[in-house]
């Protein structure tokens, strides 16, 4: 079992940034895969970005250079760094932990995400 707590959403205006955080309460090792997702108001939760152990790392083509996913096993941290933002971005933001050995996924509560003027 994994905890998460995600923080550092808020509002912010079009073009702005923010920087999530998600703290693990355990440690996460190499084998889990550790993501963003987001759900927007009436639509499906998406997969924004995923980061491995090795560094490797997949975004959705709409953040594509624009948000950056990156991962401190030590300090048990994963953070999404968002640029450039947009109105479209505004969505509860959720951070997940994918044990690739269990098959388990875990998430944290989420948090907003709001991009207006």
């Known amino acids: 079992q994994v905890q998460l707590v995600e923080s550092g959403g808020g509002l912010v205006q079009p073009g702005g940034s923010l920087r999530l955080s998600c703290a693990a309460d355990?440690?996460?090792?190499?084998?889990?895969?550790m993501r963003w997702y987001r759900q927007a108001p009436g639509k499906q939760r998406e997969l924004v970005a995923r980061v491995r152990s090795d560094g490797s790392t997949y975004y959705v083509d709409s953040v594509k250079g624009r948000f950056t996913i990156s991962r401190d096993d030590a300090k048990k941290t994963v953070d999404l760094q968002m640029g450039s933002l947009k109105p479209e971005d505004t969505a509860v933001y959720y951070c997940?932990?994918?044990?690739?050995?269990?098959?388990?996924?875990?998430w944290g509560q989420g948090t907003q995400v709001t991009v207006s003027s």
């Open positions: 355990r440690d996460i090792f190499a084998y889990f895969l």
């Open positions: 997940n932990a994918f044990d690739t050995r269990l098959t388990a996924n875990y």
